[in-house]
């Protein structure tokens, strides 16, 4: 009985990671929210996807509850202002409520901490050494 419920209790985060992996677009847009919360046309921009690949991703990854809408409250002379930020409200305390692009949940974060990070990171050397060498290059020019 004690295995079938370790079973049951694992599901879900298998579930959440196979939601990730279904589309690398996913796992990049989990990376870069990972650095702080965003709007969906930067992480479009950020990692050269159009903007309605980026919704359709995004609203799979909210219904996993891996990201949620970024919520933050400002004082009227507060407010950012530029794409992304609407207005959704008063709060008790008199501050407007701005929403402002997506942010990763707690199991977000577990799942790139896990699992994402450590992808990139095996990455990051032979990134690198591109980058490396086509500066190499540039100065030879």
Known sequence: MAKKEEKEKKKPI???VGLVFRSPVRADILQQLSES???PAQIAKNIGV???NINYHLNALKKGGLVKTHKKEFSET???KGKGVRIN???KSGKLKVIQGVELTK???DIVNQFISPL???NLPEKNKRIKNENEKKEDD
């Open 50 to 52: 159009d903007r309605q």
């Open 14 to 16: 298998f579930e959440k």
């Open 120 to 122: 990139y990171e095996e």
């Open 78 to 80: 507060e407010v950012p």
């Open 37 to 39: 919360p965003e709007i």
């Open 89 to 91: 409200g008063i709060s």
């Open 107 to 109: 199991n977000g974060k």
